[in-house]
């Protein structure tokens, strides 16, 4: 009999991957160049303003068309 503890899926051994190096290590934010930072602050400024300009627009849409 299972008891909720039990996972659902079998564990399955499965093989490492050979493309990963043990050595890899994480880049911080001060590490990127100051233009790298600027840019990704930008698109991520550019996207939440267009979802939010989508967000406003679709709803005014459908109100007038509705």
């Known amino acids: ?8 899926i079998p564990r399955t ?6 493309d990963v190096k043990p050595d890899t290590r994480r880049v911080g934010p001060m ?3 100051r233009t790298t930072r600027y840019g990704i ?4 400024w550019v996207g ?6 989508n967000t406003t627009l679709v709803a005014t ?3 007038l068309s509705g």
């Not at 939440?48 to 300009?53: E, P, Q, R």
């Open 1 to 8: 009999m299972s008891s909720e503890r039990d996972p659902l």
């Open 13 to 18: 051994t499965s093989p490492e991957p050979l």
């Open 31 to 33: 590490e990127i160049s």
């Open 41 to 44: 602050l930008a698109a991520i």
């Open 48 to 53: 939440t303003f267009l979802s939010s300009l």
């Open 61 to 63: 849409c459908e109100a």
